[in-house]
């Protein structure tokens, strides 16, 4: 189990290398979200298995858990640095990543008969509210034009 956990969690960092912030979040999360896929496809016994820890809290699957944490915490913190993405607490932010996209991360919730945006929609999405605003540009005002007109 243990390395099943620590192949998938080798792939999302070495995927979330080089590029853009968003670009490297988006890589990350979609080889965790691949490799569950396939391992569903091709070896469901293993991905009821690997399920079957992470529903129910087994020291290996925590583990894993917080490694990708740390991952997506680290690149969002490093994105922040930049500029790329908004301010905010990089541990929130993570949190929230990471709960929209459970349901393409997360093997006890990946199933063909899931019917879900698909992978790109949700993180076009998460993207949005992890993006910085240039300065002055607030959520109501993306929410309603006429408050930047009144001003």
């Given amino acids: 189990m243990a390395d099943l956990f620590e192949h998938v969690s080798a792939a ?4 979330a290398r080089g590029g853009s912030t968003l670009k490297g979040l988006r890589a ?4 965790i979200s691949q490799l569950h896929e396939h391992r569903l496809k091709n070896d469901s016994k293993q991905h ?3 399920a079957a820890a992470v529903h129910e809290n087994w020291a290996v699957a925590l583990s ?3 490694r990708i944490q740390g991952l997506v915490r680290a690149i969002i913190a490093d994105g922040q640095a930049s500029g790329e993405l908004r301010p905010g607490s990089p541990m929130a932010m993570t949190c929230c990543l990471l709960e ?3 349901g393409y991360l997360n093997p006890s919730r990946i199933n063909a008969a899931t019917v879900r945006p698909a992978f790109d929609e949700m993180m076009d999405f998460c993207a949005g509210a992890l993006r910085h605003a240039p300065w002055g540009q607030s959520l109501a005002a993306d929410l309603d034009p006429k408050a930047v007109a009144q001003g």
């Fill in 12 to 15: 999302a960092t070495l995927a």
């Fill in 28 to 31: 990350a999360l979609r080889a």
């Fill in 48 to 50: 009821e298995l690997i």
């Fill in 64 to 66: 894993y858990v917080d």
């Fill in 100 to 102: 929209a996209m459970d």
